[in-house]
């Protein structure tokens, strides 16, 4: 009996000690020093800036992307090390507005509602909740074109400017006339199939769930699955996926095959072109080409869409919240400092009052001197605001991975898009199914 | 009576004050989630035995069990068969094979790898066109063409069970040489004597007197296989794909929690993997014991 009254008293006291020291954690005021947590080092260098000019000290973490909801949740749920300002990718974006993890900005002393329109429409909208607060800002917007080869398109297409390679791509048929075209010159139009799964969200914008939790299945999304399975049987693909070392390896050349090897493979061929967003130009592409510099343009594919994005909030626990503020703001609407980090980085922005004044200034070598900067923008102009749901990037998966399935041949389309349904209840029981 | 001197409790308290924290805490409230719908937001909201019954009805569940017991099996057959083969070679006497030590740590090597990298490098060397694993079985003439090796459920999870294999074999190696040295070597001077042959040494005394060893290669390596998570996750990016055949038990409850936030559910799936192994690991041991009582 004695010693469990020992023990008990044992864990007592230690769970007395535990509570202490977490009490100090949690307020994290004892110091001047603002919390940031990303999933990349690009705030590295705006944090100096804000440094020098605040004359404060700012710890930034960094968590990679796989681990960064996994790891920021049991933080800000708990409150004990939780960071002052914190940001968060387009994939979990939507499970965070409408929680109470981000300061609600609409609210005074922010009141962010009054720059609603100094942002592009899908950007600031994508950062409110389901109330229509402003939880989060973002300071630049990410949609996509299609980055093709300029040498190619003037062999094959006649032509390598991206205006009429735009009206070529801008319908279905455009695309896999292209593709026939590109073929019977030995090469492939895209990389993969996967390439196109933008397009087809783009080309009847819908969210996937409604807000009566229905799974909403548009023709443009069963019809990606055609199309998939046509750019396969015609042969109009590399067959090198998404982030595979083919994939990489056909931005500069011939896809991936040693020299010694080139003559006895006659799989050899060369990809025509990658649907990426803006970062994928510099973060991909330019990191991956050294033989194709100058020899790539960007233009339209047959819709709008949008890859990625990173939003920017304030932690509703936060006891810096003026600091944290002062940082949020300077990042998303402080235009010497955009001005400054667009000309460095050629980072397109999403604040307008920036960008007006800088668009026209910008030339890329990358890119023969085109300037995407423009291009970009305009994309961003047409993208369709309020589509984007918390379910949106595992779903997507499992769409794709269903369509991989049907266009590898391992099952009919109705096997595919039947698992898929299975696949989408089996991740949210709570999602109703068409029909 | 005689008084008890109680400090000792106090040397003692701070393992189990840590153990009660981190371990049987973490496990009851699990066992709590298991009757909840908890996202991993907020308070969860209590549901019986909601959970349960799924779980009775999930073919992925299913199809994870069977796929976890493809791949273990098949790595466990391999592994321990190259092991027993190698165990057998290194320690003949008439063999008398030099450089153990070295071996030992060449065969050992590939379980120092980070499996991160072990999952990059096969990812690379199985690559469907540009892979040298296709290139050289093309070379050597083996194929004409190319194998999609992770994107045909049978050769996936063959390509796993062997990647498993070549990191383990050299730890059951080890364990098993350790078993042999420890048989006393006048059983194999006698039989040398009696004019046994090799096989027949191997099969009547090195065997039956390997079995508890063999016993606990077995029981930790079906403990650790049917956890077996990380290289199926690595290499898939955490779907399990082809076909859901790489979708181990740990890799669907992964999923099942912090890919769609399905806490409740995949602290059932928590439990039932623990009953799964808690089971097998009593069948095994079981078999062996009695198998070995009967000789």
Same mark, same amino acid.
């Not at chain 1, 020291?21 to 110091?31: I, L, Q, R, V, Y």
């Not at chain 1, 002052?84 to 965070?96: C, M, N, P, R």
């Not at chain 1, 509602?113 to 942002?119: H, N, P």
């Not at chain 2, 991993?40 to 796929?67: C, K, M, Q, V, W």
């Given at each position: 009996?004695?010693?469990?009254?020992?023990? !008990? &008293?044992?864990?007592?006291?230690?769970?007395?000690?535990?509570?202490?020291?977490?009490?100090?954690?949690?307020?994290?005021?004892?110091?001047?020093?603002?919390?940031?947590?990303?999933?990349?080092?690009?705030?590295?260098?705006?944090?100096?800036?804000?440094?020098?000019?605040?004359?404060?000290?700012?710890?930034?973490?960094?968590?990679?992307?796989?681990?960064?909801?996994?790891?920021?949740?049991?933080?800000?749920?708990?409150?004990?090390?939780?960071?002052?300002?914190?940001?968060?990718?387009?994939?979990? /974006?939507?499970?965070?507005?409408?929680?109470?993890?981000?300061?609600?900005?609409?609210?005074? %002393?922010?009141?962010?509602?009054?720059?609603?329109?100094?942002?592009?429409?899908?950007?600031?909208?994508?950062?409110?909740?389901?109330?229509?607060?402003?939880?989060?800002?973002?300071?630049?917007?990410?949609?996509?074109?299609?980055?093709?080869?300029?040498?190619?398109?003037?062999?094959? /297409?006649?032509?390598?400017?991206?205006?009429?390679?735009?009206?070529?791509?801008?319908? *279905?048929?455009?695309?896999?006339?292209?593709?026939?075209?590109?073929?019977?010159?030995?090469?492939?139009?895209?990389?993969?199939?996967?390439?196109?799964?933008?397009?087809?969200?783009?080309?009847?914008?819908?969210? *996937?769930?409604?807000?009566?939790?229905?799974?909403?299945?548009?023709?443009?999304?069963?019809?990606?699955?055609?199309?998939?399975?046509?750019?396969?049987?015609?042969?109009?693909?590399?067959?090198?996926?998404?982030?595979?070392? !083919?994939?990489?390896?056909?931005?500069?050349?011939?896809?991936?095959?040693?020299?010694?090897?080139?003559?006895?493979?006659?799989?050899?061929?060369?990809?025509?072109?990658?649907?990426?967003?803006?970062?994928?130009?510099?973060?991909?592409?330019?990191?991956?080409?050294?033989?194709?510099?100058?020899?790539?343009?960007?233009?339209?594919?047959?819709?709008?869409?949008?890859?990625?994005?990173?939003?920017?909030?304030?932690?509703?626990?936060?006891?810096?919240?003026?600091?944290?503020?002062?940082?949020?703001?300077?990042?998303? @609407?402080?235009?010497?400092?955009?001005?400054?980090?667009?000309?460095?980085?050629?980072?397109? /922005? !999403?604040?307008?009052?920036?960008?007006?004044?800088?668009?026209?200034?910008?030339?890329? %070598?990358?890119?023969?001197?085109?300037?995407?900067?423009?291009?970009?923008?305009?994309?961003?102009?047409?993208?369709?605001?309020?589509?984007?749901?918390?379910?949106?990037?595992?779903?997507?998966? /499992?769409?794709?991975?269903?369509?991989?399935?049907?266009?590898?041949?391992?099952? !009919?389309?109705?096997?595919?898009?039947?698992?898929?349904?299975?696949?989408?209840?089996?991740?949210?029981?709570?999602?109703?199914?068409?029909? | 009576?005689?008084?008890?001197? @109680?400090?000792?409790?106090?040397?003692?308290?701070?393992?189990?004050?840590?153990?009660?924290?981190?371990?049987?805490?973490?496990?009851?409230?699990?066992?709590?989630?298991?009757?909840?719908?908890?996202?991993?937001?907020?308070?969860?909201?209590?549901?019986?035995?909601?959970?349960?019954?799924?779980?009775?009805?999930?073919?992925?569940?299913?199809?994870?069990?069977?796929?976890?017991?493809?791949?273990?099996?098949?790595?466990?057959?391999?592994?321990?068969?190259?092991?027993?083969?190698?165990?057998? &070679?290194?320690?003949?006497?008439?063999?008398?094979?030099?450089?153990?030590?070295?071996?030992?740590?060449?065969?050992?090597?590939?379980?120092?790898?980070?499996?991160?990298?072990?999952?990059?490098?096969?990812?690379?060397?199985?690559? *469907?066109?540009?892979?040298?694993?296709?290139?050289?079985?093309?070379?050597?003439?083996?194929?004409?063409?190319?194998?999609?090796?992770?994107?045909?459920?049978?050769?996936?999870?063959?390509?796993?069970?062997?990647?498993?294999?070549?990191?383990?074999?050299?730890?059951?190696?080890?364990?098993?040489?350790?078993?042999?040295?420890?048989? %006393?070597?006048?059983?194999?001077?006698?039989?040398?004597?009696?004019?046994?042959?090799?096989?027949?040494?191997?099969?009547?005394?090195?065997?039956?007197?390997?079995?508890?060893?063999?016993?606990?290669?077995?029981?930790?390596?079906?403990?650790?296989?049917?956890?077996?998570?990380?290289?199926?996750?690595?290499?898939?990016?955490?779907?399990?794909?082809?076909?859901?055949?790489?979708?181990?038990?740990?890799?669907?409850?992964?999923?099942?929690?912090?890919?769609?936030?399905?806490?409740?559910?995949?602290?059932?799936?928590?439990?039932?993997?623990?009953?799964?192994?808690?089971?097998?690991?009593?069948?095994?041991?079981?078999?062996?014991?009695?198998?070995?009582?009967?000789?």
């Amino acid at each position: 009996m004695k010693k469990w009254i020992v023990l !008990s &008293l044992m864990l007592a006291l230690l769970l007395i000690g535990t509570a202490c020291s977490s009490e100090t954690d949690a307020t994290s005021g004892d110091d001047d020093v603002l919390k940031v947590w990303s999933f990349t080092d690009e705030l590295k260098e705006p944090i100096k800036t804000f440094e020098e000019k605040n004359g404060v000290k700012v710890e930034l973490t960094i968590v990679p992307i796989a681990d960064y909801p996994t790891k920021l949740k049991p933080v800000l749920e708990s409150g004990v090390g939780a960071p002052d300002v914190f940001t968060g990718e387009i994939a979990f /974006l939507k499970q965070w507005t409408d929680r109470d993890y981000w300061e609600n900005l609409s609210a005074e %002393p922010y009141n962010a509602e009054s720059l609603s329109g100094d942002y592009v429409d899908y950007v600031f909208d994508l950062g409110k909740d389901s109330e229509g607060n402003v939880k989060a800002l973002s300071w630049q917007t990410t949609p996509g074109g299609i980055f093709y080869r300029r040498s190619i398109a003037e062999e094959v /297409l006649g032509t390598d400017d991206p205006n009429e390679i735009g009206e070529m791509m801008s319908s *279905w048929d455009g695309v896999f006339e292209a593709g026939e075209k590109l073929k019977q010159a030995g090469y492939s139009l895209f990389p993969d199939e996967g390439a196109i799964r933008w397009f087809a969200k783009g080309e009847d914008p819908q969210p *996937w769930v409604n807000e009566n939790n229905e799974l909403i299945m548009t023709d443009a999304k069963l019809d990606y699955f055609d199309h998939a399975k046509k750019l396969r049987d015609n042969e109009y693909t590399a067959f090198a996926p998404e982030w595979s070392p !083919s994939w990489i390896s056909g931005m500069d050349g011939p896809v991936g095959v040693n020299e010694e090897e080139a003559g006895e493979s006659a799989e050899k061929t060369e990809v025509f072109a990658y649907a990426l967003p803006t970062w994928g130009l510099h973060s991909v592409l330019k990191l991956n080409a050294e033989n194709t510099v100058g020899d790539w343009a960007v233009t339209n594919g047959p819709s709008p869409y949008f890859w990625g994005g990173t939003w920017l909030g304030i932690y509703s626990g936060s006891e810096k919240k003026d600091l944290a503020w002062d940082f949020v703001q300077m990042m998303t @609407h402080d235009e010497e400092f955009l001005t400054d980090w667009a000309k460095e980085t050629g980072d397109v /922005l !999403s604040y307008l009052p920036v960008t007006e004044k800088i668009k026209g200034d910008f030339s890329e %070598p990358f890119l023969d001197g085109q300037n995407n900067y423009e291009f970009f923008l305009e994309q961003a102009e047409s993208i369709e605001p309020g589509i984007v749901t918390e379910y949106d990037q595992q779903i997507d998966t /499992l769409l794709g991975g269903q369509v991989i399935e049907y266009v590898d041949g391992k099952k !009919s389309k109705e096997e595919a898009i039947e698992e898929f349904y299975k696949q989408v209840q089996n991740a949210y029981p709570e999602i109703k199914l068409p029909q | 009576m005689k008084k008890l001197d @109680h400090k000792g409790y106090f040397f003692i308290a701070p393992f189990f004050a840590i153990f009660l924290v981190f371990n049987i805490y973490p496990v009851l409230l699990t066992f709590y989630y298991t009757f909840t719908n908890y996202e991993g937001y907020g308070t969860p909201e209590f549901i019986g035995l909601a959970n349960y019954a799924r779980i009775l009805t999930d073919s992925y569940f299913y199809e994870a069990f069977f796929n976890t017991w493809i791949i273990w099996g098949l790595n466990f057959a391999l592994q321990l068969g190259i092991a027993l083969l190698l165990a057998a &070679l290194f320690s003949d006497l008439r063999f008398k094979i030099k450089g153990l030590g070295f071996f030992r740590a060449i065969f050992y090597l590939p379980n120092l790898i980070t499996i991160s990298s072990v999952a990059i490098l096969f990812g690379i060397m199985l690559d *469907w066109q540009h892979g040298s694993v296709n290139m050289f079985l093309q070379k050597i003439g083996l194929i004409s063409e190319p194998i999609n090796w992770l994107n045909q459920p049978v050769t996936a999870q063959v390509s796993v069970a062997l990647i498993l294999t070549w990191l383990w074999f050299g730890y059951t190696f080890i364990v098993l040489m350790a078993g042999i040295a420890g048989i %006393p070597g006048e059983f194999y001077e006698a039989a040398l004597i009696d004019g046994a042959n090799r096989w027949q040494t191997f099969v009547h005394i090195t065997l039956p007197l390997l079995k508890p060893i063999m016993l606990y290669v077995m029981i930790t390596s079906l403990i650790g296989g049917l956890q077996l998570f990380d290289l199926p996750m690595l290499i898939t990016d955490g779907l399990g794909t082809p076909e859901g055949s790489l979708n181990t038990m740990v890799l669907y409850l992964y999923n099942q929690a912090f890919r769609y936030n399905n806490y409740g559910y995949a602290a059932t799936l928590a439990y039932a993997l623990f009953l799964v192994t808690v089971i097998f690991s009593a069948i095994t041991f079981k078999s062996m014991y009695r198998k070995s009582v009967k000789e």
